[in-house]
């Protein structure tokens, strides 16, 4: 089990470049920080907001009392440790009047007012039981349409369908297939996997589940 832990932000603010400098970093030249100590050694970081919500996000530190609105389920990680993808696992809505693009491009926009795609380059939204929806361009707008739509059915293993609705069901399903896309035992051929890049992004990567 991965060791979280735990910080403590010390509401000192200095002008300094962030120490973790990680994705949709704010200081990576000097800039307002806050000075966090962390640990059981008191390290001491100083820190930009954006990287210290994205830790706590990917369950890296713990912050007493620290309330991160909306972060999404899964994050897959490249050969570096850095996060490259973002996934958001939900039912498909019920009404087929609705134009499914512009409902997933309302899911982005809304994750992101709430600081949960800081600098990922790809968000994934996986709408049980049937559509993926890709966005590989981390400069859109976030209420732009997805850059690719493909059918779930290409993230099927054998005698694993997709499930019919979102819950742990889905959850366990989505663990499943992502983690059989890290380890090459699905082959995707559509031009979302190949042609966006992500395929070559997350390869000798890994899986990071977030809680709830």
């Not at 962030?18 to 949709?24: A, I, T, V, W």
């Not at 707008?141 to 499930?163: I, M, R, W």
């Not at 390869?203 to 990071?208: F, L, P, V």
Request: glycine fraction near 8%.
């Amino acid at each position: 089990m991965k060791l979280v832990l735990e910080a403590e932000p010390l509401g000192v603010v200095v002008v300094a470049r962030c120490d973790l400098r990680m994705d949709g970093c704010t200081a990576t030249e000097p800039s307002p920080v806050t000075i966090v100590r962390v640990g059981a050694q008191q390290d001491q970081f100083v820190v930009c907001r954006a990287c210290l919500e994205k830790m706590i996000q990917e369950g890296e530190w713990s912050v007493r009392g620290a309330r991160i609105n909306a972060p999404v389920d899964f994050v897959l990680k490249d050969s570096l440790e850095r996060s490259m993808v973002a996934i958001e696992v939900k039912s498909m809505p019920r009404t087929r009047a609705l134009n499914i693009e512009r409902w997933g491009s309302s899911i982005r926009r809304n994750l992101a007012a709430h600081a949960a795609l800081p600098g990922f380059p790809y968000f994934l939204l996986v709408l049980v039981p049937e559509v993926g929806l890709l966005w590989s361009n981390p400069d859109s707008e976030y209420g732009d349409a997805p850059d690719y739509n493909f059918d779930l059915k290409e993230l099927e293993l054998e005698d694993d369908p997709v499930p019919l609705e979102d819950g742990q069901g889905a959850q366990e399903w989505a663990a499943r297939a992502l983690d059989a896309l890290l380890t090459g035992k699905l082959h995707p051929s559509g031009l979302w996997w190949t042609q966006s890049g992500l395929g070559k992004a997350i390869e000798g990567g890994r899986m990071k589940r977030l809680p709830a």
